[in-house]
């Protein structure tokens, strides 16, 4: 398997595409993360089933987080991605996220050639507000049967805010 911090780059944020590896699948409830220092995916733990991912998640490449973590990135797709690949995605905007009293943004994007949809979502006000709702309520209660109230959902920032955050650790990663 590749070290994809190594093969890969953020992307182009003058085009607002990014690329984007994919840990855990939508509808999982398996804690996949990328283990930077070994190069490799790490079954990091199982949440209940209720907590199931309601969108694909992953990371985008070469970037840090206030966490200390390479940069969430949330997916939304009609079917779930499987673990490993990475894809090229347009940025949509950003879910602004705490854990633990840590700034854990989620970057959300779309594949950037998505021709089931004919590309028709451009921004965040594509998305319906029934699945934003859904977002909302499952990063804000995901942790809730370990560490109830560790979690705090900030608010949604649109692509400009999205690709500040993305440029904030893309520095971050460069100045490790």
Known sequence: MADFNKTLNPGNLSESIV???IEIPAGS??????????????????????????VNY???????????????????????????????AKILGVLKFEDDGEVDD???????DDRQTGDSIQTLDDLSEQ???????????????KKPGSTI??????????????????QRWDNR
């Open 58 to 88: 992953g990371f985008i490449p070469q970037t840090l987080d206030e966490d200390g973590d390479e940069l969430d990135a949330l997916v939304v797709t009609n079917e779930p991605l499987p673990t490993g690949i990475f894809l090229k």
């Open 106 to 112: 989620k970057v959300i994007v779309v594949p950037a």
């Open 29 to 54: 409830s398996h804690k996949i993360e990328w283990n930077r220092e070994l190069a490799a995916f790490e079954l990091d733990r199982v949440e209940p089933t209720i907590f199931a991912k309601p």
């Open 153 to 170: 959902v900030k608010g949604w920032g649109g692509v400009d805010e999205a690709k500040q955050v993305i440029d904030e650790s893309i």
């Open 131 to 145: 699945f934003k709702s859904q977002l909302v309520h499952h990063f804000s209660h995901y942790k809730d049967l």
């Open 19 to 21: 690329n984007v590896v």
